[in-house]
């Protein structure tokens, strides 16, 4: 918990700062991996109802998560169960990039539906723990416009990043 008056101005922008970078890497992940992935698993070959079980179950298992944990979380302990659940997220990516490039044909099912259900579980459980966290670093009348700014940006990045996915998609494939 922030103690007014303890972090000085500068700490406190050096912070807004970050959590709008962080707020960008957030966008990249949603543009590509998030956006991309039910057509990387058609390219890939999977049928109706392997698509169908990795489009639903990953997300069910992340609200789950987000409804049964961020409540158990002490407020001392919300930057560290945050950051257990960005590398979870992270190691998920990496684990989605690895199924689609790497994985053999009669793996790449379960690799993909564990790689985006640890994505979905560490993502949504995040959310929760990461306003908690940050909230006490501006006074409350000043927290929703910091947030209308970084959303802004998040949406823009988004965009960004969808762009971009489509257009190594049509670069790789040609489709």
Same mark, same amino acid.
């Given at each position: 918990m922030i103690v007014p008056g303890a972090v000085t101005e500068s700490q406190r922008r050096k912070t807004l700062t970050m959590l709008v970078i962080e707020g960008c890497f957030y966008a990249f992940m949603v543009g590509t991996a998030?956006?991309?992935a039910l057509y990387f698993s058609?390219?890939?070959g999977l049928d109706a109802s392997q698509i169908a079980v990795i489009s639903t179950l990953p997300i069910? &298992?992340?609200? #789950?998560?987000?409804w049964l944990v961020p409540c158990r979380v002490p407020g001392d302990k919300l930057k560290l169960a945050m950051q257990g659940c960005l590398a979870l997220q992270i190691f998920a990516l990496i684990g989605?990039?690895?199924s689609f490039n790497a994985a053999p044909?009669?793996?790449?099912?379960?690799?993909? &539906?564990?790689? #985006?259900?640890l994505y979905w579980v560490g993502g949504l459980i995040a959310a929760p723990l990461w306003l908690d966290w940050t909230a006490p670093w501006l006074p409350q009348r000043r927290w929703g416009s910091f947030l209308a700014k970084r959303n802004?940006?998040?949406?823009?990045?988004?965009l960004l990043a969808y762009v971009g996915g489509a257009w190594l998609t049509y670069a790789r494939t040609g489709a």
């Open positions: 998030e956006t991309f058609i390219q890939r069910l &298992l992340g609200a #789950l998560g987000q989605f990039i690895l044909p009669d793996y790449f099912y379960l690799s993909m &539906l564990a790689s #985006l259900s802004g940006i998040i949406a823009f990045m988004t």
